[in-house]
Structure formats: C-alpha cells, structure tokens
C-alpha cells in the first residue's frame, strides 16, 4: 500500500461554505436584471435549476464516495510523490483546469457523457441559477475520470478534490448577463462572455469554450469563439425541453440512448448510439453539432456574393 | 443527520428564491399564435399547412409542407418544439381535445384544447398510425 500524502491542513468544505455568496449573488441578480431589464428571469425556469443543484447534492452524498474511493485507490499506485508544495500546488491548479477542459469537451462531444452534462444547458435563460443547474448522474456515468490521471501522476487526491471545488465556485459568477466584457482579463480568464458563448445554440457558437478557469485552453486547442454582439445568443439546447419535471429533466438524455440502443440493428449502431457525438444516427438523419455548423456555413457562403 | 439539515435548509432557501423571483415579477409567459408558428415552420426550414391552437395559446399542433408534424409548447417564457415524420407521433383525438405523444421523455404528451371538433386533417394524423 502506498498511502496518499495528507493534507497538511484541513480542507474546508470549500462549495457548502460558498452557498451562502451563491444565494446573495442570486438575489443581487435578480434585482438587477429588474431594474436593468439586463439579463432574463423566468421563476419557474429557476426553480427546476435550483432543484436540480439540490438534487446534485443528494446524488452527491448518495454517490460521491465511489469518486473519493477511486481517486485514492489510484493514488496508491502513483508515478509520483507529489506532496503539498506550493510549486506543487500551482502545477496542480493548471493540470486540473486542463483535466476539467477535456473532461468538459468531450462531455459535449461523447453522448454518454453528454447525458449528465446535457442537464447544465437545458435552461432558455442564462443567470446565476443557471449555474446551479448541475447533473445528479456524473459520478454514476463516470464523469471523474478524467481527472484519475493527476493522481496517476502524483498529485495527492485531497489537492485534486480542493481545485474541482475551487473551480466549480469560480464558474458560478460567470453564469450571468449581467457582466458584459472584462479588458484584458478576457484573454486568460472564463469570463461571463466567454461561457456564454458556451451555452448558446446559435450555429456559429456551438462546441466552444470548455474552459473551466482559464480560457488559455481553448485558445490552445483551437476551440476558443468570441462573443459576437451583432448576433443575439439563444440559450438551451437542440431540442428545448418542453418539461419543468426535475426527474425527466435528469434522466430524458438517458433513456433517448436506452431506447436509441434498442432499435439499434447492429453492434456498431449501439456503439454509435452510446459513444457518438449527441444527435448521431445511423443514416445521419438526426442533427449533430458538426451538420447544424457545416449547415450554416454553407449558408453563410451562399449569402456572400461572389466578387 | 447533518447532511439531512443541510439538505433542507437548502430547500427552504430554494422555496425562499422561486419567491422572490415571482414576487419580483419573473412570471411572464410566452404566447403561440400563427405568426410564431409560421417562424417556427421557416426555422425548420419548411412552411405551415395547418395548424391548430389550445384555447390558452400555450401549445400547438401543425402539419407542415414538408408533411411533417411539428409540436410546439410554452415553456414559461420560452417555446419548446417537436418536429417528426407523421408515424413517429402517436395522435390522439378526444372530443375536442387533440393528444400528441413523442417517444422522447423530454417532450411529455402535448394536448391541445381546441373549443371545437378537430380538423379533417388532424384525424387523419390520428389515423395515419
């Protein structure tokens, strides 16, 4: 057995601490968009967003321990001794905001794990509730593996599971009309202009800006869009939920591969249906990410006339 | 225990925050009538043939040039749509109420009020399947 470095220092519960910053920023907003009529609110769009964080912490509790219990098991047979330096600790903040970019692209391109993630962008409206929105079935699809290689690698899983907390309370500010551009730190930080970028539906933004923290990563992996203000954001998704049932919100992207899965007529039609980007079909009927954009693009290149 | 605490005070505060959302005025709901449904059909890229109403102007039902169905609801202040092939909907015609049923559980079964007998063509849906 080789047991993972402690901590040197008890690790506050860093997201139950943030709630209370959560709820008085949710009301400061909803005051403002008000008054300001900047931004949007709709009540019962913000319940099934706020129950839906209630149920990602019951599912939390009922669930978390299988994702503590395979961080450290991994731990035990790290490369590494990484302990708690602060070269370490910087390292560790950059290596878990790239795990959190790849974790989140390919939870937009991969319907396995688009089906927890897809609960995150069901909402037509963008605010701070928005961001409260989260899934009851990451733990369940597997979402945390994509951090098991920094524990592979060394870093102790108590470091690993302090960034993820410290990353999900950055990225709840950002979940907002309110904050327009933010000069230069646009061009490191997930800004609210960024991330909304990420949750609209228009062709020309879908699949972009995965970034957790730092923006850096979809310059990098050539994923990065601006906001382009002449063309109004749609939030939600493809096909718009037409329910405010928190359950068949959880779980409607589940049982769509379930039942996919049981009309599939061979084995590579299954694996599509599981493992494909979301909207794959066998006959390419069904609209992908990749077909609305190159459907829009040749749009956009008819509109233009030819010099 | 603790946990338990936690849970319900966190849904106190949830029931406090809908509240207040609704107390400051975030109840507006959207409205379908043809015009919004003509636009739906043009972003579908097709056009509307017919199509019916409920009497509240919250949900619809029409059948477009391209001879598929599209499904539309209010949903608050935004409007969910469905659009398929005629045999992928179940239609369903009771009195004067038209049932519309997708096999996606995202989009739970439509009904639309109609104030009248349906249309010839929406009982043609109904028997179509």
Redo the contacts between chains.
């Keep these: 057995m080789n047991e993972p470095i402690a901590a040197p220092f008890e690790i506050p519960p860093i997201i139950t601490y943030a709630v209370p910053g959560f709820v008085l920023l949710i009301l400061i907003e909803m005051i403002y968009v008000r008054v300001t009529h900047k931004g949007r609110y709709q009540f019962a769009d913000s319940a099934v967003s706020l129950s839906m964080g209630l149920g990602n912490q019951v599912a939390g509790l009922l669930f978390g321990g299988l994702v503590v219990a395979s961080y450290f098991w991994v731990s035990q047979h790290r490369v590494f001794d990484l302990g708690w330096t602060w070269p370490v600790l910087v390292a560790c903040f950059f290596a878990e905001d790239l795990a959190y970019y790849w974790f989140h692209r390919v939870a937009h391109e991969r319907r396995w794990f688009w089906a927890s993630h897809v609960i995150h962008h069901t909402s037509q409206h963008y605010n701070l509730t928005t961001a409260l929105r989260q899934t009851w079935t990451g733990a369940l699809g597997f979402s945390f593996i994509f951090w098991l290689p920094l524990v592979y690698i060394g870093f102790p899983p108590e470091m690993v599971l302090m960034f993820q907390a410290i990353s999900l309370v950055y990225q709840f500010w950002i979940h907002t009309e309110a904050i327009d551009r933010m000069g230069p730190l646009e061009w490191v930080l997930n800004t609210p202009s960024h991330h909304r970028v990420h949750h609209a539906i228009n062709p020309r933004y879908l699949d972009a800006n995965y970034a957790g923290v730092l923006i850096i990563w979809d310059r990098l992996f050539g994923t990065f869009v601006p906001e382009d203000r002449t063309d109004q954001i749609k939030y939600g998704i493809i096909s718009q939920l037409g329910t405010f049932n928190p359950f068949r919100v959880a779980f409607h992207e589940w049982a769509g591969i379930l039942r996919d899965v049981r009309s599939a007529k061979s084995f590579r039609e299954v694996l599509g249906f599981i493992f494909g980007p979301p909207g794959w079909s066998p006959d390419g009927s069904r609209k992908t990410s990749a077909s609305i954009k190159a459907a829009w693009a040749r749009q956009q290149a008819a509109s233009v006339p030819a010099e | 225990m603790s946990?338990l605490l936690?849970?319900g005070a966190?849904?106190a505060?949830?029931v406090f925050?809908?509240a207040?959302?609704?107390v400051?005025?975030?109840?507006?709901d959207a409205r379908l009538d043809e015009a919004e449904l003509q636009r739906l059909a043009a972003s579908e890229g097709a056009r509307l043939s017919e199509a019916v109403l409920d009497l509240s102007g919250k949900a619809a039902l029409a059948r477009l040039d391209s001879g598929r169905v599209l499904a539309a609801?209010v949903?608050?202040?935004?409007?969910?749509?469905?659009v398929a092939a005629t045999d992928a909907v179940r239609i369903k015609v009771n009195g004067q109420g038209v049932r519309v049923a997708f096999?996606?559980?995202?989009?739970?079964p439509?009904v639309v009020r109609l104030g009248d007998q349906a249309p010839g063509w929406v009982l043609d849906l109904e028997r179509a399947r």
């Design positions: 946990d936690v849970l966190s849904a505060v949830i925050m809908v207040v959302a609704a400051l005025g975030f109840r507006i609801r949903m608050a202040d935004g409007i969910s749509t469905r096999a996606d559980i995202g989009f739970p439509l």
